[in-house]
């Protein structure tokens, strides 16, 4: 149970208003049933006739606390039994059960109702804790990590802990103070068959941990499982054009239903087990109460206790509304063992390390009328930190110019535009911005200076006004409209049926590529940031488009500090400088005429010319 308090630790601080309000009724559901129970003594003894009257009034002092009550008790049902007759008193102890009864229940009703805040509330909190963390985590874990199984620790996991152990609070928290209150009081009645019990329990309680450990092992293994369902339904949704393209349809479905089989198995071991805490625990339960059947009774028979055939039935009672309580809890432990796995898995998000961080003191941001530069300094970097994707790069960006990067796919390019607004955080060297290095300002300064417009135009199922206005907190229907006009977007968007409010669907399917490209620069020219990423911002788009696409581009480009990747080399023949990469370094460098003129190494003229360019 260690894994569990240690969540609780966690979570339940806010909560603890709500834990100290059960706890106090779960106290007064333990004492109000013990009440009601006592009262079923003089009624068995009244209606067979086993004591006496002869009862005198005690007074506190007189004797121990204990026979001072019990006294007292009989000697005012004896003159209830003498006033209005034993059938009169014996409905007014039926009718103080009934009453003590109702204030029982009352009381665990109100044990309830005081920890489902406290449940629903620390699941919303793991589901936020979660989400945030995902948020603010590097996109270099996510490269290692399935999207699916992560979207499988959100949902299913987090369903689970909410299933299993949030469900799980009210036992915990009831059982264990009824347990404790009940042996209590089988103390004070009889301490020798109570050190019996003790020895029973334990014996009891070591069966089932056993099980339970058994239990949370196949539990991990069937949420992982699960997570590798979760990212196959994703993959296929996302890749179901290229499925249906290549007749693959009989091959994920083979694969989709090997891993289902297997999480099938996984999931029937883990409902068998946990189905077996209730029978085991009531046979465990009904055995014990066999043995001290006999045990209690042999005591009484051979004279060795002073227990009443009466105190005998109360302690019986009492020990049998044990049972369940711990039957309770032993089904609860099942569950949060199951549910302990899940968090396991969640763990793995939340306790994460996220490598960017903001310094102690983070530096100043560039201040300044033009956009600050850019300059790699000596920069090297390897994703898995054997293999180098960048060596030794050398690149100053001056303010305002535009740089681009060309050269086959995988030499680096986009390594180097992930690296300036710190995605990922070189291995050697610096990457500076206005001459700071990037470690040393805040993430959030750093990346408020920049704007992307990438391959993929990434939207969100929303509408087109808060599409562009994105990361613009209080953007006006105005300021949207002139940066769609700049991103030449306007006259489409108009055109729409319901103009800016209309919803283009998940990723923006219900736009065209060059459409979803207008609105991410649109996006970029709201931002107006000083330094501008574009890559690949036309390289899927048809001709008609990329001219559209490659004006508002020229428009959004000025006055900014720009890096530019591209593989269609006309969109990027008026920069500053071109940079030619290849294997992780810069081979060569200059102006679109300098790298075709006579003398240039020819790794950019190789490239123009497999375009048809230059001829």
């Known amino acids: 149970m260690k894994d569990l308090f240690a ?97 029982k229940t009352g009381a665990a009703y109100l044990s309830s109702y005081f920890i489902i805040p406290m449940r629903s509330g620390i699941v919303r909190d793991i589901r936020n804790y979660v989400y945030d963390k995902i948020t603010t985590l590097p996109i270099g874990f996510f490269t290692s990590e399935r999207k699916g199984d992560v979207m499988a620790r959100m949902s299913g996991d987090v369903a689970e802990i909410e299933n299993s152990v949030m469900a799980s609070l009210d036992m915990l928290f009831k059982n264990p103070v009824m347990i404790i209150v009940f042996l209590t009081t089988m103390v004070m009645i009889s301490w020798q068959l109570t050190v019996f019990v003790f020895v029973l329990l334990p014996v009891a309680g070591l069966v089932m941990g056993r099980v339970g450990k058994r239990l949370k092992r196949t539990s991990y293994e069937g949420q992982t499982q699960w997570g590798v369902l979760m990212s196959t339904i994703e993959e296929t949704l996302g890749g179901l054009r290229i499925i249906k393209a290549f007749n693959a349809e009989d091959k994920m479905t083979a694969r989709f239903h090997g891993e289902n089989q297997v999480f099938y198995r996984l999931s029937n071991s883990v409902a068998r087990r946990q189905s077996l805490a209730h029978p085991m625990s009531e046979f465990l339960g009904t055995t014990a109460i066999a043995i001290i059947l006999w045990f209690g009774g042999s005591l009484i028979l051979s004279g060795a206790s002073d227990l009443s055939a009466a105190d005998f039935i109360y302690y019986m009672v009492i020990f049998y509304s044990i049972i369940n309580p711990a039957k309770e809890l032993s089904k609860a432990s099942y569950a949060i063992q199951k549910g302990l796995a899940s968090m396991q898995r969640v763990d793995k998000i939340l306790n994460a390390v996220n490598p960017i961080a903001d310094p102690e003191h983070p530096k100043a941001l560039p201040q300044g009328t033009e956009p600050p530069g850019v300059c790699f300094d000596h920069v090297s970097f390897s994703y898995d930190g054997n293999t180098e994707v960048l060596s030794d790069i050398c690149l100053d960006i001056a303010p305002g110019a535009t740089v681009a990067l060309v050269g086959q796919s995988g030499s680096g390019k986009s390594t180097m535009a992930d690296l300036i607004p710190r995605f990922y955080d070189v291995k050697e060297g610096a990457v500076k911005v206005g001459g700071t290095d990037v470690r ?34 209080g953007a006006t229907l105005e300021q949207v409209r002139q940066a769609a006009r700049i991103a030449n977007a306007d006259d489409f968007i108009m055109a729409t049926e319901d103009g800016y409010d209309t919803q283009i669907g998940d990723r923006g399917c219900r736009l065209s590529g060059g459409q979803r490209q207008r609105i991410s620069i649109a996006r970029a020219v709201l931002k107006n940031p000083p ?50 990469m290849q294997q992780g370094r810069i081979v060569e460098a200059g102006t679109h005429d300098e790298l075709l003129a006579e003398g240039a190494k020819g790794f950019y003229r190789r490239l123009v010319e497999m375009q048809s360019l230059g001829k």
């Open 531 to 580: 330094i501008l990423i574009l890559d690949e911002a036309t390289s899927a788009l048809d001709s008609e488009s990329e001219t559209l696409v490659q004006q508002a581009l020229d428009r959004l480009m000025h006055g900014r500090t720009t890096l530019v990747i591209a593989h269609r080399l006309s969109t990027i023949r008026r920069a500053d400088l071109i940079c030619v």
């Open 440 to 473: 040393n300002l805040s993430v959030h300064g750093l990346r408020s200076l920049m704007g992307n417009v990438n391959q993929e135009a990434i939207l969100f199922n929303d509408t087109i006004f808060n599409n562009i206005a994105f990361g613009v907190e």
């Open 7 to 103: 969540i609780l630790r966690r979570f339940v601080p806010p909560y603890k208003r709500y834990l100290f309000l059960n706890i106090f009724f779960n106290l007064l559901t333990a004492f109000l049933t013990l009440f009601s129970f006592a009262l079923i003594i003089p009624i068995l003894e009244m209606l067979f006739k086993i004591r006496e009257s002869g009862y005198v009034l005690m007074h506190w002092g007189d004797a121990s606390f204990k026979e001072v009550v019990f006294n007292n008790f009989y000697y005012y049902t004896q003159e209830l039994i003498e006033a209005a007759g034993p059938g009169a008193t014996l409905a007014v102890l039926a009718g103080g059960l009934v009453v003590l009864t109702a204030f």
